[in-house]
């Protein structure tokens, strides 16, 4: 097969073909697209000021060390702007140990600032500790997956540190794979009302609420991850040992298959769930949070989730 | 294997397991769960009287005609009410022909009056020609798909048969998986805001509008097959010759496969439609149609879909 040339430069030749819109694009092209759509999106959606300090959850990931990238490069032009990357170790051996290092090593790299909070330190547990409770199943308390356990601590670890570090908005590596997931998987699961949240910018409030932004939302997870390949940014790749999510996995195959016959889809799917947004989004409550009874911290409820969830685990442990 | 009990009658052997309730049914309460479900179905959603005159489109398909046989037999409960059946002759040599003869003769055995209505008739011409003409692409006009313009035009067929009938309410046989499809596939098309017309009674009102229903629209497809099947109810199984329906039939396998591994699943988007169209609702017109500006049928916009499609249709053919 002969190599075409890059549609965008017209020089060099192209590796890759986007095909949601047919253009074929050379390394330098490519990278500079991903670049250019995460700048539009944050553009578009007022994710950023000029003078904001901005903490990145970094897992270590592809996605969050692409995410990681791009904002270093495009703090660049802001002056005022601070970075900082907040890793949430939560205390899974034999995992978390290579992120934490890959993370740490990445940051000193690009000089940005890289802050590593503990489950143990914040909850006064590891994550291996509640799974292996969780595990050891009591029929008579009703209990989630042990990745919706971490995902409500991780959320609220994020939380903490970024507000310690008096960041103004708190970035994630959300891709557009995991936009679309979510979006069906509310459809799914009975819960559709649930699409309202899935946004590029929340827009909760309190005092003690960091705003949270996803500035990779309009990037497919294959291009995340071809732009940390070409980059040569290491990542880890090994999937969590307590990985669970077997309805999600089977979405995410599905709108690759459909993505693979009717490129550009999963942007379709997207958009259909900002239309709904704006249809449900007055039918959720204000946008004011509540002040957790137990812990002060933000909630939509009279308890947190991490704080019921502590509960919970308090009652498996006996 | 063992032969269970069917969980129903436990007396009589189970020959099919449902799988999102994990009943064991025999034949006979197999039958008599749907024709329940099809008689709750009715209650919850109003859609009948006692005494209403009822047109059901017959195409001679395993839907409509297990939709035909199940409200024949709930019939007998109401003297009051009178049924007859509508099938559209769209003019698709070798195809319809035979749907015609199945629909007819089982018309016959149930003692329901049977009419016939053909595209030549109404609109002066059969599918074919349109077909044919559709094929002959010409790229200065924007063009739907056959089944796009076949299915505008066979519901005004079947509105307007139904009409002359007097008919109260006009049934078609669409089951779960037809809706569940038409759900996804507004998501996929990046039309969210249509899932609110995926309903079991319309809303519209008009004078010249009968009200649709869709007494099978919580019946899984397989169920409909296996109670045509159990019934020894003969229908037609070979599929249109211009059936083309490219995503829908990617979103129909993907459904059959998620729906194997999550056995409930097709309800759950069901049920999650409902919930959005609660949202979507009042952001759609009200409810009265229009009369359309050329031919006077109901229509949402100023001028009807068929009218607009018979116009594009003159100026293929110049």
């Known amino acids: 097969m002969m190599l075409s040339r890059c549609t965008m430069c017209k020089r060099r030749n192209a590796m890759y073909m986007r095909p949601y819109s047919g253009e074929k694009l ?26 904001d300090k901005i903490a990145i959850g970094v897992s270590g990931g592809k996605d969050s060390m692409t995410l990681l990238s791009i904002l270093a490069k495009l703090e660049k032009s802001f002056p005022k702007a601070r970075l900082m990357a907040i890793t949430v170790d939560e205390g899974i051996s034999g995992y978390r140990d290579e992120a934490l290092n890959i993370a740490e090593k990445f940051c000193q790299k690009l000089a940005v600032e890289h802050i590593v909070v503990s489950f143990k330190d ?3 547990f590891e994550f291996d500790e509640l799974a292996k409770d969780l595990i ?4 008579s308390i009703e209990r989630l997956t042990p990745c919706a356990y971490c995902g409500v601590l991780r959320r609220r670890a994020l939380n903490t540190a970024a507000r310690n570090c008096e ?3 708190l970035a994630t590596g959300h891709n557009l794979d995991d936009e679309t997931q979510t979006i069906l998987l509310n459809v799914f699961h009975g819960d559709p009302q649930r699409i309202a949240r899935v946004k590029p910018v929340s827009s909760a409030a309190h005092p003690k609420f960091i705003r949270r932004i996803k500035p990779l939302c309009e990037v497919l997870e294959k291009e995340a991850t071809l732009y940390a390949y070409l980059k040569q940014i290491e990542f880890q790749s090994i999937p969590c040992p307590y990985s669970y999510a077997a309805l999600r996995n089977d979405i995410r195959t599905m709108l690759n298959r459909m993505e693979e016959k009717h490129a550009g889809l999963k942007y379709t799917v997207y958009r259909s769930a900002e239309k709904l947004r704006n249809h449900i989004g007055e039918a959720l409550p204000a946008t004011g949070l509540n002040s957790c009874k137990l812990c002060g911290e933000p909630t939509v409820h009279a308890i947190c989730q991490p704080c019921k969830l502590l509960e919970n685990f308090k009652l498996y442990r006996g």
């Open 26 to 51: 050379c390394a330098t092209c490519f990278c500079r697209s991903v670049e250019d759509k995460v700048r539009a999106t944050i553009a578009k959606h007022d994710m950023l000021k000029f003078n």
């Open 122 to 124: 914040l909850f006064g």
């Open 136 to 139: 050891m199943k009591d029929p």
């Open 167 to 169: 960041a103004a908005k």
